[in-house]
């Protein structure tokens, strides 16, 4: 039950501040937030601390609870990118999340089809075989397509072999995830997408890095500009 609670009220507090309804400057009280959320010191506490290492507060004694500026919040954060898909910022994080896409997945890409390993160059062709039989029978929008698409792109960031950019699983798979949840995936995937998974496989497969980054690229830059039409029309 104090998981739960603990739980809620990091959410529920995280989400109004990645709204912009607690602006940054506001300073808390343990006591006020108590009483906002009928819940312990103890509860209350955790929270804050939770926030606290995503840089969303920073708690001094006798000063109280102080929401920080957006450049102080951890952008990387899974949940951040939660509570922002959930938000009035949903775009902007959608947006900035693929615009780092854009700019890192070619090259995990290319350097995969250098180191992989014999395993995850076959897991890469069947997830993409998997993808292609989903998206043939208009499955885009499914739980299955969606767990075989993270699964997809977590492998091919863990395959680079790059610590920096497998240390971006998190936050790629939290935007493949929340996209879908908001009904933002289409059942019969874009034009060339399916292609290009299957592609950049075979490349992987291949040792081809240069053909592995030109692929991933070229399907990068589709879905970037679906998200941005879905911008233009809301």
Known sequence: MAGGMHSDVTSDL??????????????????????????????VREAVRVLESIGLVAS???????????????????RLI??????????Q????????RVAVEPTAAMLAARRATPAQRAELR?????LRALGDEAGGASDEFLEADVAFHDLLLQA????????????????????????MTPATPAAGTLEE????AAAVMAGDGAAAERHS????????????ADGSLS
């Open 126 to 130: 069947r997830l993409a075989a998997r």
């Open 14 to 43: 995280g989400e109004r501040i990645a709204a912009g309804e607690i602006a940054p400057g506001a300073v808390l009280t343990l006591a006020q937030l108590e009483a906002d959320y009928d819940a312990s010191r103890t509860v």
């Open 197 to 200: 998974h299957e592609q950049v």
């Open 93 to 100: 994080q959608l947006e900035a999340l693929m615009e780092v």
């Open 60 to 78: 001094r004694r006798r000063v109280g609870i102080t929401v920080q500026p957006r450049e102080a919040w951890d952008a990387y954060s899974p």
């Open 82 to 91: 939660a509570w922002n898909l959930s938000g009035p910022f949903r775009q």
């Open 160 to 183: 680079s072999g790059n610590p920096q950019l497998v240390a971006l699983r998190g936050p790629i798979r939290e935007v493949l995830t929340g996209r879908s949840r908001l009904g």
């Open 217 to 228: 690229r070229t399907h990068m830059r589709v879905v970037w500009a679906e998200i941005l």
